[in-house]
């Protein structure tokens, strides 16, 4: 089904049937995506980015799990991008999830491959972008704040589905913090969210 959703000049949304939703922002001469998708989405990846001529100079992840960064390593190789990530997962993301047990065997769709050439979000300095720590879907989830169009890409601190917010209880770590995470948002009284998974949803 085509999407009625008309995204703004500066926004895009890479591709279709995607594991998730890969946004990125064209601001000034800078491109930032945000989140990376599975190993899978990579040429649909290439492609986008091949039509249009362009690169990313910066990856911004908003949690990491192979659905968000399946595909980092293969991006970073190919344009060398600064990628962001959480502090407190930046150990994960350079080395891999640490699968034990049962896990060795029934996680291996979990795996990615680490990347060693990542920063913390506390050396983040786009002036135009604000990190948002919005926990739930993961205790390190963060939501991506975009002050000129005042939008935000939440991750999967929520989903939209049949045009309404909520939060999909099936994979949230702790749904106390998710639901103060979505109130967050909520005041925050942004234009529109951009969530992983589902439409964007304006909420004026």
């Not at 991006?75 to 060398?80: A, G, M, S, T």
């Not at 939209?160 to 103060?180: C, E, G, P, S, T």
């Amino acid at each position: 089904m085509k999407s009625n959703f008309e995204y703004p000049e500066n926004i895009s949304k890479i591709g279709n049937k995607t594991a998730l939703n890969i946004y990125v922002i064209k601001h000034g001469d800078k491109v930032i995506q945000i989140d990376a998708g599975i190993r899978n989405d990579i040429n649909k990846i290439y492609d986008f980015y091949d039509k249009k001529n362009e690169e990313p100079g910066y990856i911004l992840i908003t949690s990491v799990d192979y659905t968000h960064v399946g595909a980092l390593k293969e991006l970073y190789d190919r344009y060398k991008p600064k990628i962001f990530v959480t502090k407190s997962e930046m150990d994960t993301m350079i080395h891999g999830p640490a699968l034990r047990g049962i896990m060795e065997v029934e996680g291996r769709g979990l795996r990615f491959d680490g990347v060693k050439n990542i920063s913390s979000y506390n050396r983040f300095n786009l002036d135009f972008l604000k990190v948002i720590d919005t926990p739930g879907y993961t205790n390190a989830n963060v939501s991506i704040y975009y002050e000129q169009d005042n939008a935000i890409f939440v991750g999967d601190a929520l989903t939209v589905k049949r045009n309404k917010i909520k939060l999909d209880r099936m994979f949230i770590q702790d749904i106390r913090a998710a639901n103060l995470s979505l109130e967050k948002i909520k005041s925050m009284k942004p234009v529109t969210i951009y969530p992983s998974h589902g439409e964007p949803y304006k909420l004026i």
